[in-house]
C-alpha cells in the first residue's frame, strides 16, 4: 500500500470523527438539527479534498520511484477537481490509459464506480458554491467513502503495477 493511501485513510478517519461529533450533538437522533446540516456538508469536502490529495500523492510517489528528480508540482496546479477524466488525465503520464475504466468490485459495476466519483464532485462543486439546496446525509457521505477507498485501492494497485513494469521492482 502507498503512502498516499495510508494518508488518505488517516484523512477519512476525519469523517468519521466529524460523525461523531454530529451524533453527540444530536444524541443520535434522526433529523436536522443546528450544526448538523453544516457538519454533513464540510464532511463530503473533507472527502473531496482527501480524494484529490490521494490521487497527486500516488502520481508523486510513483514519479519518484521511476526517477528522485521528477517532481509533480506543476501537474498538481493544473488538477482541481478529481473527476474521472480528469483522473485519467493525470495518469496517462505514467503510461496508464483511462485508469479510471477498470476499478469495480463485486456489487460495483465499473461505470457505478465511475458515477459515483463524479457525483461526488457534483455535490461538492455545488457545496462550495453555496447551492443550499444541496443535501449531504450520512448514508451518502458512507456511500461516497466507500467509492473513494475503493477506487484508491484499484489505483494504487494499477500504479504499483506500472512502476513495476518499468523499473523492475514494486514501488510499495
Do not use: C
Request: charged share 25%.
Amino acid at each position: 500500500m502507498s503512502r498516499a493511501r495510508l494518508h488518505l485513510e488517516l484523512g477519512l478517519q476525519e469523517l468519521d470523527n466529524l460523525e461523531q461529533l454530529v451524533q453527540l450533538k444530536t444524541g443520535g437522533n434522526k433529523g436536522p438539527t443546528a450544526g448538523t446540516v453544516a457538519a454533513r456538508r464540510a464532511a463530503i469536502l473533507l472527502l473531496n479534498a482527501h480524494f484529490e490529495a490521494y490521487l497527486e500523492d500516488v502520481l508523486q510517489e510513483a514519479l519518484t520511484a521511476l526517477n528522485s528528480g521528477l517532481d509533480a508540482t506543476t501537474l498538481r496546479r493544473t488538477f482541481t477537481t478529481p473527476r474521472t477524466a480528469n483522473i485519467d488525465k493525470l495518469f496517462v503520464l505514467l503510461g496508464i490509459q483511462k485508469i479510471s475504466n477498470t476499478p469495480r468490485w463485486q456489487k460495483a459495476s465499473n461505470k457505478s464506480v465511475r458515477n459515483a466519483i463524479n457525483e461526488l464532485q457534483d455535490t461538492r462543486n455545488a457545496i462550495a458554491h453555496g447551492e443550499k439546496n444541496v443535501k449531504a446525509t450520512k448514508r451518502a457521505i458512507t456511500r461516497y467513502s466507500r467509492y473513494v477507498r475503493g477506487f484508491a485501492d484499484a489505483v494504487d494497485e494499477i500504479v504499483a503495477d506500472q512502476v513495476t513494469k518499468l523499473t523492475g521492482s514494486k514501488p510499495w
